[in-house]
T-cell receptor, first 110, second 113 residues
Framework: SQQGEEDPQALSIQEGENATMNCSYK?????LQWYRQNSGRGLVHLIL?????REKHSGRLRVTLDTSKKSSSLLITASRAADTASYFC??????????FGSGTQLTVLP | NAGVTQTPKFQVLKTGQSMTLQCAQD?????MSWYRQDPGMGLRLIHY???????DQGEVPNGYNVSRSTTEDFPLRLLSAAPSQTSVYFC????????????FGSGTQLSVL
C-alpha cells in the first residue's frame, strides 16, 4: 500500500510562476521527504521534514507538513525550465521502510 | 566521487533466465536498498541492508535475492526472471538510515520477454 500520494498527477506552468505539489499519507509518520527525478535518471533528494516540524526551506523550495491533515506540500518559487521533472514524496511510518508516492510530473514552459 | 553506480543500464532477459544487477557506492554508507519503479506506481522497496552481512526484505521481495559481503557492494539477483519483473531498478544508499536522505544510482532498465 502506498503511504504517500501526490496531487496533481501532472502540472504545467510558465517559467517564473510558482509550482505547488501536494502529498497525502495514511498513517502517522516519522519523516517525509521530497525527491526529484529527471527523465531517465535516478531520484535526487530535495528536502526532509520531520514530524515535529511544520515548515522547511531550501533555496527556492518550501515544504510544509500538517500532521493533523496527514498532508505535505512542496512549493517551488520562480520556476525555471530546468525544474521540469517528476517530483515524489516519500513517507517513513513506524516501519523501517520508506514508501513513495506515484509522483507529480511538472512541466515548466519557457 | 562516483556516488552510487549501477550496472548494466539496460538488460533484456528471457523468461527463466537469471542475472545479477550490480550496485556499488563509494561514500562509505552503511545503509543500502533496492527499489523497483513501475509506471504509475512510484518506487517499491525490494530488499535493504543496514550493514555488511545484514539484509532484510522490503515490500516486494519475492523472486529476488541479495547479499552484502562488503560495505561498498549490494548486488540484486533475479533467480528465474518473469515478465512481471520488467521494471526499472534503482539502488540507493544512505549515511543515516534506509529511510533517510537516499542517494540513488541512475537505474537499470530490465525487460523480461
Amino acid at each position: 500500500s502506498q503511504q504517500g500520494e501526490e496531487d496533481p498527477q501532472a502540472l504545467s506552468i510558465q517559467e517564473g510562476e510558482n509550482a505547488t505539489m501536494n502529498c497525502s499519507y495514511k498513517t502517522s509518520i516519522n519523516n517525509l521527504q521530497w525527491y526529484r527525478q529527471n527523465s531517465g535518471r535516478g531520484l535526487v533528494h530535495l528536502i526532509l521534514i520531520r514530524s515535529n516540524e511544520r515548515e522547511k526551506h531550501s533555496g527556492r523550495l518550501r515544504v510544509t507538513l500538517d500532521t493533523s491533515k496527514k498532508s505535505s506540500s512542496l512549493l517551488i518559487t520562480a520556476s525555471r525550465a530546468a525544474d521540469t521533472a517528476s517530483y515524489f514524496c516519500a513517507a517513513r511510518g513506524s516501519a523501517r521502510q520508506l514508501t513513495f508516492g506515484s509522483g507529480t510530473q511538472l512541466t515548466v514552459l519557457p | 566521487n562516483a556516488g552510487v553506480t549501477q550496472t548494466p543500464k539496460f538488460q533484456v532477459l528471457k523468461t527463466g533466465q537469471s542475472m545479477t544487477l550490480q550496485c556499488a557506492q563509494d561514500m562509505n554508507h552503511e545503509y543500502m536498498s533496492w527499489y523497483r519503479q513501475d509506471p504509475g506506481m512510484g518506487l517499491r522497496l525490494i530488499h535493504y541492508s543496514v550493514g555488511a552481512g545484514i539484509t532484510d526484505q522490503g515490500e516486494v521481495p519475492n523472486g529476488y535475492n541479495v547479499s552484502r559481503s562488503t560495505t561498498e557492494d549490494f548486488p540484486l539477483r533475479l533467480l528465474s526472471a518473469a515478465p512481471s519483473q520488467t521494471s526499472v531498478y534503482f539502488c540507493a544508499s544512505s549515511l543515516t538510515g534506509v529511510n533517510e536522505k537516499l542517494f540513488f544510482g541512475s537505474g537499470t532498465q530490465l525487460s523480461v520477454l
